[in-house]
């Protein structure tokens, strides 16, 4: 994230970090900001803003506008100074909700660069060792790591933990509480700001709660209302909608999309997202799930792991403009993700987290590859099985195999 800002400071003039609360935007842009204002604490930038906005830019370059969506006026006094001043690397934002599009009054397009900044991978965390990138396997290379050996104790604690900055070194009781509180102060505080709206905090802890449950899944708006509502009657759907979009803003979710793409047969392709959490961790924290429990369920634990694998693949995919997803089709082809690089390259990877489903997994991977039209859309960069413990290599297949804690960016 420190390379890709200071690569953007040099490209644009104003640099917008989205990404949940307490995942380290304000830390990381400090690093590279000159001077800097904190819009939900500072009461002189308050004042300011009511009398003269621009005063509030004033200062070193770059300018850390920190939580700006407090004032989302500013964002066009930005816009406009950055076309006054014609030059890069004069501002950054950061926010920990996105504001509704109606407060763009004008576009920062060519103006400001966005960044999406989420919770630690492994790799940030030195829970991996790095043996394999990515974007090397993309353009061909086959992986090679050592002997990774992680205990069900080791990745319950992994996931458990996520990848937030503020606990790092903590333990799991720890790390509980942290969950339980940010559901908390979300669900009692931070979205009700949104749309001038009061929303039952009890209502959105149990839709959290049922969000947990089908984590991984394309569980339906229907069943979430219906498990949602509980022993009361089931909530209306259009309520579950916006709850679900008020915390989509807050980056407390972020749903997996349906692929859109080329295949060979009539088969249609299905369209609804994965529910995902921005760190599986806050899914086990909203249940209050101790690592005893979680093994106790290896069904929920794997989708668990596969929630975590979409974490990490979205946070080294996008170091290189990638965008993840999923597929599925009207016979049950389903392939757990799928990145798509602008120059429409794709490489498709499952997700296992017991080794002896390896062999399936890979077959999978390869009636998939045939199922797409890949004169419309080219043939695979990569079939990848993520696994949770073995080496990295490439298969006699083609399909290569790497563990999650070898992986990077």
Known sequence: MDKTLQTRLKESGAVLIQGPKSCGKTETAIQAAKSLVHMDTDDEMRLLMEV?????LAGPVPRLIDEWQEYPQIWNYIRRE????????????????????????????GRFSVIKMRPMSMFE???SSGEVSLIKVVKGGAPASGQIENSLDDLAEK?????WPNLLGAGNKAALRFMQDYIALVTE??????GGKRRDPQKLIRLIQ???????????????????????????DETVTEYLEALERLMVIEPLPAWNTHIRSADTLRKAPKHHFT?????????????GKLKADLNYFGLLFESLVIRDLRIYAEVHDGKVYHYRDSRNMEVDAVIEYPDRTWAAFEIKMGFSAQNEAA?????????????????????TVITLNGVACRRKDGVNVIPLTALTA
């Open 52 to 56: 003269d906005p621009k005063a509030v």
């Open 82 to 109: 950055v076309d006054n001043r014609k030059k890069k690397g004069q501002f950054i934002l950061t926010g920990s909700a996105n504001p509704e599009e109606r407060v763009r009054l004008h576009s920062g397009a």
């Open 125 to 127: 965390k030195s829970w």
């Open 159 to 163: 996931i458990t933990i996520g990848g």
């Open 189 to 194: 505080v931070d979205i009700n700001r949104f």
């Open 210 to 236: 049922s969000l947990a449950r089908n984590i991984s899944t394309e569980s339906s708006l229907s069943s979430l209302a219906k498990d949602t509502g509980g022993n009361q009657a089931k909530l209306n």
């Open 279 to 291: 760190d599986p961790s806050l899914a086990v924290g909203v249940l209050g799930l101790s690592p």
């Open 363 to 383: 077959e999978n991977l390869l009636a998939f590859a045939r199922k797409i039209d890949q004169e419309k859309m080219g043939p695979p960069a990569a079939l």
